[in-house]
């Protein structure tokens, strides 16, 4: 199906918009609250393979529920070299039907691996809670043709699409 068209600005106020990306594989990213430690967790192991996924072709555009000062102060530690959207009003979010769920906010307590390797072996300590407590992260991998191939829901609030469906879409694997 056609990926929905937007227009915004990132944490830096350059115009962002889906056009943007026409001819180009975008892994399009939807985060709870900049402070959530999961979320940062997820940013920091993107970033640490983002060089070699953007070199088989992939970009990248990850939108959080906060302000622009939240987004500043907390995923900003992790150096993206990709685009950071703050979306307090969640525009993109209805856009995308990217919801909030209490049944997935709870049952991120069954995978304490997640949360240990957050806040105890990465230290991403948590920050201000912002937007809905529970929302849940999605990603759409959208190809040339600006046509969602695949709408990744998390089933909690720590779950992304996984890496390696992101090298299948590109290629990799």
Not at 30 to 49: D, I, K, Q, T
Not at 59 to 73: G, I, M, Q, Y
Not at 132 to 137: D, E, L, R, T
Request: contains cysteine; charged residues 25%.
């Amino acid at each position: 199906m056609p990926a929905p068209l937007f227009q915004c600005h990132d944490i830096y106020g350059s115009e962002i918009g889906l056009e943007d990306y026409r001819g180009k594989r975008l892994l399009l990213s939807f985060f709870r609250y900049a402070g959530c430690p999961l979320c940062n967790l997820r940013v920091r192991r993107l970033s640490e393979r983002y060089e070699e996924l953007n070199g088989a072709g992939l970009h990248a555009v990850a939108v959080f529920e906060s302000p622009r000062e939240s987004v500043l102060k907390y995923v900003l530690k992790q150096s993206p070299p990709f685009p950071l959207v703050p979306d307090p009003e969640r525009r993109l979010y209805e856009l995308y039907g990217v919801t909030a769920s209490w049944k997935a906010y709870f049952r991120v307590g069954l995978n304490p691996k997640v949360m240990g390797e957050a806040l105890i072996k990465e230290r991403l300590m948590p920050g201000k809670i912002e937007g809905k407590w529970a929302m849940v992260p999605a990603d759409f991998l959208v190809g040339p043709d600006l046509l969602i191939h695949e709408a990744f829901y998390g089933r909690d609030i720590s779950e992304h699409i996984p890496l390696e469906r992101v090298e299948r879409f590109l290629g990799m694997r």
